[in-house]
């Protein structure tokens, strides 16, 4: 099973960092995959069955939160 993936999509996996984050971004592909941890920052290089593996889900992206104006 092949996952679709592009660069800078925001992904969690099946186990946390030891900083306590499940969130990574992808930064690089080919066939090793980088991701970048979302809290600490910290890049780490998977090889593609081994990201496939830990791999867990997408976290969709945030919706922007309406503007508010300075008059209530």
Do not use: Y
């Not at 592909?29 to 910290?42: E, F, H, M, T």
């Not at 290089?45 to 081994?50: A, D, G, I, K």
């Not at 922007?64 to 300075?70: A, T």
């Amino acid at each position: 099973m092949r996952i679709e993936i592009k660069l800078g999509d925001i992904i969690r996996l099946r186990k946390k960092h030891p900083c306590g984050s499940f969130e990574w971004k992808v930064v690089r592909l080919g066939a090793d995959i980088g991701i970048k941890c979302l809290k600490c920052q910290r890049q780490v290089l998977l090889e593609r069955n081994t990201f496939e593996r830990r791999f867990k889900a997408f976290v969709p992206p945030a919706s922007p939160q309406p503007q508010r104006s300075g008059n209530r």
